[in-house]
């Protein structure tokens, strides 16, 4: 993983960073198409996602690590939550392959009822004036949760990752 400097727009802060491939497996939910509504419904999904997990026997204790990926297709909107991949993919997981590539990260600060309004930030501020353009990936971003990550803490932190041209 390469990092770029640290830069400063704003509100949020950013890095650009280089990340090789990896795999991941999860499981997928049709979005409706109002924000309201579809943080409603991936906020129901991480419950069942999580329970799938653990009837499957995948525990990661408390530092696992946990994706979150949106993905445009023609028949709508879709929203994966997923964990890097295990040495077996239970039923009703698929697997996602993800190319090496780059990446402008920034931070979601704060609970989850206000993600759009850093998604806001991030594409209409942060990536116009970082210089970079959004690249052809198979998904428009993915969140990345970490052990700081909390669903309605103020002091809640997940990283936003918008695969950018090199």
């Given amino acids: 993983l390469a990092t770029k400097k640290l830069a400063k727009r704003g509100t949020m802060d950013y890095e650009i960073k280089t990340r090789g491939s990896f795999c991941v497996m999860g499981q997928e939910i049709k979005l409706a198409g109002t924000k309201t509504e579809n943080v409603q419904i991936s906020s129901r999904f991480w419950q069942t996602f999580n329970q799938n997990l653990k009837r499957a026997g995948c525990t990661g204790g408390p530092a696992w690590v946990k994706y979150a990926f949106l993905q445009r297709r023609a028949d709508g909107l879709f929203y994966t939550p997923a964990v890097l991949l295990q040495s077996t993919v239970p039923p009703g997981f698929f697997v996602l392959e993800l190319p090496a590539a780059t990446y402008l990260v920034a931070q979601h600060?704060?609970?989850?009822?206000?993600?759009?309004?850093?998604?806001?930030?991030?594409?209409?501020?942060?990536?116009?004036?970082?210089?970079?353009?959004?690249?052809?990936?198979?998904?428009?971003?993915?969140?990345?949760?970490?052990?700081?990550f909390h669903w309605n803490r103020e002091s809640s932190v997940l990283e936003l990752w918008v695969p950018v041209e090199p």
Wanted: no cysteine; net charge positive.
């Fill in 109 to 148: 600060r704060g609970p989850m009822r206000n993600i759009y309004n850093s998604y806001e930030t991030l594409y209409r501020t942060l990536l116009p004036n970082s210089g970079r353009r959004p690249a052809q990936q198979q998904f428009l971003h993915f969140e990345r949760y970490d052990d700081r």
